[in-house]
């Protein structure tokens, strides 16, 4: 074996190298520890495999409290009971219920089970996939194109076309029959006859971008409207709208050519967005290096591509997991 070439472990040897690492910090008898020994010697994959579940174990905190959010049901529990004080019964258990935690990620990732994304796409018309651009006709002949990862639920049913953007982004072609064109987004709506333009979704609300005609933006019920034209942009949330402001509408709208298009936009922000474009998942552990800004064109088919090019800018450490989880710190 050339040992001068990176060992890869397969997901069989990191699973392997989880349930190791769940036992030996559960109180091994000697006999364990000679058998993880002579596993541990058996394959240099092995010994790589252990030392990735061990980065894991370090950070499951961190990442199992940032996925928490979306999967509160599946983690929520098992995080109260790691943050109890460290009284001496709590202690013995402390470690088993971190690796408890981080083993649940690790078998919501192999599945690809995310409650969130199911619960959002159960009440949707149409989604995409993460990683998949897909464009649908509406019955009035108005088109729709998804972002990756995004989701839509229609109803012309009640004298005007109301579409709920539930996840992610949507770009709208909107074809004039009178009627109005509502996409609602969070507690705000956008309002149009005929035209072209984006809602988007992001903390704490949406934002909308408009490629040509009129759109009329409210951040809230009962809120004033904006009207905003062609290259003008505005963001909303929490029933407050920020001040429009023009916008390179061509480049903010890349996507839908597989480019994603930043200008001094955060790397938290940038990672927002590759999550779409990844089947795992990504968690950016660093508030401050989430803040950094970044400026630049990607491709958005290789988000693993593109985090290399920002890691060789920012130089920060990237842990990959099961093929599945990416953590940056």
């Not at 349930?19 to 092995?46: I, M, V, Y």
């Not at 951040?219 to 409207?225: C, F, L």
Request: glycine share 8%.
């Amino acid at each position: 074996m050339n040992y001068t070439e990176r060992v890869i472990p397969t997901p069989a040897q990191e699973q392997a190298a989880f349930a190791w690492l769940s036992l030996l910090h559960d109180r091994p008898s000697t006999g364990d520890q000679l058998t993880f020994s002579q596993w541990l010697r058996a394959d240099p994959a092995h010994a790589e495999a252990y030392a990735q579940a061990q980065v894991v174990w370090e950070l499951s905190e961190g990442p199992a409290r940032t996925l928490a959010d979306e999967d509160a049901l599946a983690l929520q529990g098992l995080l109260k009971a790691m943050d109890r004080p460290r009284r001496a019964p709590v202690r013995r258990w402390a470690g088993a219920l971190a690796m408890a935690a981080c083993l649940l990620l690790m078998i919501s990732l192999g599945s690809g089970w995310q409650p969130q994304r199911w619960i959002e796409d159960l009440g949707a018309d149409y989604v995409s996939a993460p990683g998949e651009i897909r464009t649908v006709i509406l019955a009035d002949q108005s088109q729709v194109t998804l972002d990756a990862d995004s989701a839509i639920a229609v109803d012309f049913s009640h004298g005007e076309r109301h579409v709920q953007l539930r996840r992610g982004a949507g770009f709208f072609s909107v074809t004039h029959t009178g009627d109005p064109f509502v996409v609602e987004a969070e507690k705000g709506e956008a309002r149009v006859l005929g035209t072209q333009f984006e809602v988007r979704l992001q903390s704490p609300g949406a934002q909308v971008t408009v490629l040509s005609g009129r759109v009329g933006v409210t951040a809230a019920r009962d809120a004033e409207q904006q009207i905003l034209t062609a290259g003008q942009q505005v963001a909303y949330g929490e029933g407050t709208a920020q001040k429009l402001h023009a916008v390179d509408s061509e480049a903010q709208l890349a996507w839908r050519q597989g480019w994603l298009t930043y200008y001094k936009s955060t790397l938290a922000e940038v990672v927002q967005d590759l999550r779409r474009y990844y089947p795992g998942r990504i968690v950016l552990l660093n508030d401050e290096l989430g803040a950094r800004k970044v400026s630049g064109s990607f491709p958005s088919k290789d988000p693993q591509a593109v985090l290399n090019s920002l890691q060789g800018v920012l130089g920060f450490e990237q842990h990959q997991v099961l093929g599945h989880l990416i953590i940056l710190r």
